[in-house]
């Protein structure tokens, strides 16, 4: 089989230009005039097969395979062979035969697995196929089954055990998977996008068969394979759709029928587009297996636009049947949310209203059409004019841009546009990347995400601080003090003030006076913290005249000074 046989000289001197250009600028191939670089990896790319097949014995097909896919590792030693057109070929072939190569180096990067990736993957104080044969025959099998060679590397960057196997049982159990009625083209799709289901040893396992099972069901039973162009990229592509609901933490064996029934979904839908649909859901902070079950049993959601509609947040809530009493609650906790909003902030204008469960069970419960139909009642409806005097004022400032970005991240966390936001902003200093990052640090704490909300709208400046200053006075506040977070909840702003010059210092010197006696009145955190330094040292001499000197000498962060 000669090389460079399914595809022509030209079409690969130019695949080879376009990788030659994506090159580093550092890249040593000066001593190589551009005009013959990409000859010179054509010539090396043969002599590098022959080395693998010639020399080191490999079947001609995996030798070919490796030496037409590994670009990247042939630059380094073709970067040390000095260049002539007329000799080059040799040159290069000398060369390998007296300085040995990585070959597993050559063949992660065939198999597709990025250059940057690859060390994390050679296999340590081995160099040739020799030393661990496994890899290379597992590879050959998979490839003999219609694996595409350059595609490996998904199976073996997600299960590197199945390398580990013996070929002859990596071939018994691809032709196990074609029993529930399926293509090879089909299985291999299937594997790229469950490379779990072929490791393991012996039986097919419980999971596994769980999901061949469903799949059966979706590409047999309802016929979806017949739609599926009979070629790997169209199998896998539809196997990743499937995956999503996977993802989510439907059950294996479990919605087989029910993705069957709704299967125009794989057929109509680009991945991205049910990647976007299924984070609008999931960013309610609902359980996400019901996210999938929704959409797979309402599948007119995906067609529904999420992104671009502007919401009236109170004519929402009456759209979707919220009562008179109800709203009238919702307004006058939470009046920062009031106004207009886009669609795709609704999630966060949910969670900030603590209404999220309420607008997923609504979905759930066979009012998913009141989403699709929702619009505003008349144009003018919900607008705040305090609201556009400020944004009128931000267009025409220095840096509008900045502004507006802040102003954007308040709306995704469930501001709207009204004045009480506008307030807000005023306070909130950095990029809408870092406030995004304080406020979510303080998510993962475990704070409410409405209570955290309503925090900010009372003490905007708690998003002023980095994100470890914030976990820290955390940390202290659960661990030292021996309070929960719902404290914050009646004295946000403790997370404004400083940690190492007033909140520890000040706390260990009430903890220090109750220990000895000294003081018998529980003074909240707040009456500690958020007191003068003026009037804090005026109670401290009221419990005993001799305590600011205590206090001075041995808490105070003056005392190092």
Excluded at 293 to 304: K, M, Q, V
Excluded at 318 to 326: A, D, E, P, S, T
């Amino acid at each position: 089989m000669p090389f460079l046989s399914t595809i022509t000289i030209t079409s690969l001197c130019t695949y080879l230009s376009r990788q030659l250009s994506s090159l580093p600028k550092n890249s040593n191939l000066s001593h190589i005039p551009s005009k013959h670089r990409s000859q010179a990896v054509l010539l090396a790319q043969k002599a590098l097969t022959d080395y693998f097949h010639s020399t080191r014995s490999l079947p001609f097909l995996y030798a070919e395979h490796i030496g037409r896919n590994s670009f990247y590792s042939l630059y380094d030693p073709i970067s040390k062979v000095e260049f002539s057109l007329s000799s080059f070929a040799k040159s290069f072939e000398r060369f390998l035969r007296y300085h040995p190569i990585n070959e597993f180096e050559f063949f992660f990067e065939s198999i597709g697995i990025n250059q940057k990736e690859i060390s994390g993957f050679l296999p340590p104080n081995k160099f040739f196929f020799a030393e661990d044969g496994r890899i290379l025959n597992a590879a050959g099998a998979l490839s003999g089954f219609g694996f595409p060679w350059n595609k490996l590397g998904i199976l073996y960057k997600a299960e590197a055990s199945i390398f580990d196997k013996d070929s002859d049982d990596l071939s018994r159990r691809l032709c196990r998977f074609k029993d529930y009625g399926l293509s090879n083209v089909s299985v291999i799709g299937i594997c790229l996008a469950f490379p779990f289901v072929l490791g393991g040893k012996g039986d097919l396992g419980v999971e596994a068969g769980a999901l061949f099972d469903d799949l059966k069901k979706v590409f047999v039973d309802f016929d979806l394979g017949s739609f599926v162009e009979e070629n790997v990229d169209a199998w896998y592509e539809i196997c990743r759709k499937i995956r999503l609901f996977y993802d989510l933490g439907c059950e294996k064996g479990k919605i087989g029928e029910l993705m069957g029934r709704s299967r125009n979904i794989f057929l109509e839908y680009s991945e991205e587009v049910l990647v976007r649909k299924m984070d609008f859901f999931c960013r309610l902070n609902v359980r996400k297996a019901g996210i999938g079950l929704l959409l797979l049993e309402c599948p007119e959601i995906l067609s529904f636009d999420l992104e671009v509609p502007v919401i009236s947040v109170m004519g929402f809530l009456k759209h979707f049947g919220l009562g008179l009493q109800k709203s009238k609650s919702v307004a006058r906790m939470y009046p920062y949310v009031l106004g207009r909003n886009k669609m795709a902030n609704l999630p966060h204008v949910m969670r900030a209203l603590d209404l999220h469960e309420w607008f997923f069970g609504m979905m759930k419960n066979g009012n998913h059409r009141l989403l699709g139909n929702y619009v505003l009642s008349h144009p003018d409806e919900d607008l705040d004019e305090d609201y556009r005097v400020g944004l009128e004022k931000i267009q025409s400032s220095r840096t509008p841009a900045h502004t507006i970005n802040k102003l954007n991240f308040l709306h995704g966390i469930g501001y709207g546009e009204n004045l009480l936001t506008m307030k807000v902003l005023e306070h909130v200093h950095g990029t809408s990347s870092e406030l995004q990052e304080r406020f979510n640090c303080l998510l993962h704490a475990g704070l409410e995400f409405s209570k955290l909300c309503t925090m900010i709208s009372f003490s905007a400046k708690i998003l002023n601080q980095k994100p470890e200053i914030l976990e820290r006075k955390v940390n202290f506040l659960i661990q030292e003090m021996g309070l929960s977070l719902q404290y914050l909840d009646v004295f946000p702003a403790y997370l404004c003030f400083n940690l190492d010059n007033r909140i520890k210092p000040r706390y260990r010197c009430h903890v220090w006076l109750a220990e000895n006696g000294l003081c018998t009145k529980n003074y909240s955190l707040a009456s500690m913290i958020a007191t003068s330094e003026k009037s804090f040292i005026a109670r401290l001499y009221g419990i005993h005249p001799a305590v600011p000197k205590l206090w001075l000498e041995c808490f105070s962060p003056q005392k190092d000074q």
